[in-house]
């Protein structure tokens, strides 16, 4: 069964640092582009990063760039978001998607979501 | 930023009702959009992508149509499990998402 599970999350600071895993199941990461995605309650979801199935492409929405790292390990089975010099603004609930596995453009898959809360 | 504005914001309606729900783009996304079912503590699910293809094992009363900036999705009958919030993605120009409209019941 293909299962994207989060975690991670949690109340910290601003400026602090957060480090989200997302652990994958029922298929090969490695096969996949895989996307974070966030949401604060009551809005609609906003994409913020994704990692091509190979890893050589990287993209970042302009709101989290230079502040935020996605990485994968295939062998862990996990995907990752590094969260840095979090501020009010990025407190939300951030979902782990599984996208195509030449592209990303539609996300077949979702995680439940972990809470991520930014205040002093 | 490509923007998706979606109407209305909230919808009731009763079971056994046909519904349609609105999306429309700021500016031509062709048929690069899909549509996603949030329901509270569940993971999101994909109903269809390239405006109208439905996605595995989602049932035919789901239908999506649409090109360039408007697009439907349709709900041919209304089931209980249907009462949720809908999202419309365009995925032309980067990923934007609409903000989404809530089926509630009447």
């Known amino acids: 069964q293909v299962q994207l599970v989060e975690s991670g999350g949690g109340l910290v600071e601003p400026g602090g640092s957060l480090r989200l895993s997302c652990v994958v199941s029922?298929?090969?990461?490695?096969?996949?582009?895989m996307t974070w995605v966030r949401q604060v309650p009551g809005k609609g979801p906003e994409w913020i990063s994704y990692?091509?199935?190979?890893?050589?492409?990287?993209y970042y929405s302009d709101s989290v760039k230079g502040r935020f790292t996605i990485s994968k390990d295939s062998a862990r089975n996990s995907l990752y978001l590094q969260m840095n010099s979090l501020r009010a603004e990025d407190t939300a609930v951030y979902y782990c998607?599984?996208?195509?596995?030449?592209?990303?453009?539609?996300?077949?898959?979702w995680g439940r979501g972990t809470t991520v809360i930014v205040s002093s | 930023e490509i923007v998706m504005t979606q109407s209305p914001a909230t919808l009731s309606v009763s079971p056994g009702e046909r519904v349609t729900l609105s999306c429309r783009a700021s500016?031509?996304?062709?048929?690069?959009l899909a549509w996603y079912q949030q329901k509270p503590g569940q993971a999101s699910r994909l109903l269809i992508y390239?405006?109208?293809t439905r996605a595995t094992g989602i049932p035919a009363r789901f239908s999506g149509s649409g090109t360039g900036t408007e697009f439907t999705l349709t709900i041919s009958s209304l089931q209980s499990e249907d009462f949720a919030v809908y999202y419309c993605?365009?995925?032309?120009?980067?990923?934007?998402f609409g903000q989404g409209t809530k089926l509630e019941i009447k």
């Open positions: 990692i091509s199935s190979n890893s050589k492409n990287i």
């Open positions: 500016q031509s996304v062709s048929d690069n």
């Open positions: 029922g298929f090969t990461l490695s096969d996949f582009y």
């Open positions: 998607t599984r996208g195509g596995s030449r592209s990303l453009r539609h996300m077949d898959v």
């Open positions: 390239d405006a109208s």
């Open positions: 993605q365009q995925y032309n120009f980067w990923y934007t």
